[in-house]
Nanobody, 126 residues
């Protein structure tokens, strides 16, 4: 059964940090580009970061550059989104997603991804 499960979300004060994890079951993660997206209340879902298969090249939305770090551990079938210096505008439900590809650059486009997790809520508030 193909499944993505995010964890690590929660409530954090401004300036704080969280590390989201996404465990992929039923996938061979090596063959997939990984994306993280988020959807704030009343807003459209947007791309946050992605990491390519093969060379693990990373991409970030301008709004999170220098604050967020995406990584992958193919042996554990797990990927991570480390979020630092969090701001209230980072409040959203965060989703991980997979796109089957190998040595092709990942994209921050929802249409690229076939498999999605259920989401992990992140609230940045004092």
């Amino acid at each position: 059964q193909l499944q993505l499960v995010e964890s690590g979300g929660g409530l954090v004060p401004p300036g704080g940090s969280l590390k989201l994890s996404c465990v992929a079951s039923g996938f061979t993660l090596d063959n997939y580009n990984i994306g993280w997206f988020r959807q704030a209340p009343g807003k459209e879902r947007e791309g946050v970061s992605c990491i390519s298969s093969g060379n693990s090249r990373t991409y970030y939305a301008d709004s999170v550059k220098g604050r967020f770090t995406i990584s992958r551990d193919n042996a554990k079938n797990t990927n991570y989104l480390e979020m630092n210096s969090l701001k209230p505008e980072d409040t959203a439900v965060y989703y991980c997603a997979l796109h089957r590809a190998y040595f092709r650059p990942c994209k921050l486009s929802m249409m690229e991804y076939e498999h999605w997790g259920q989401g992990a809520p992140v609230t940045v508030s004092s």
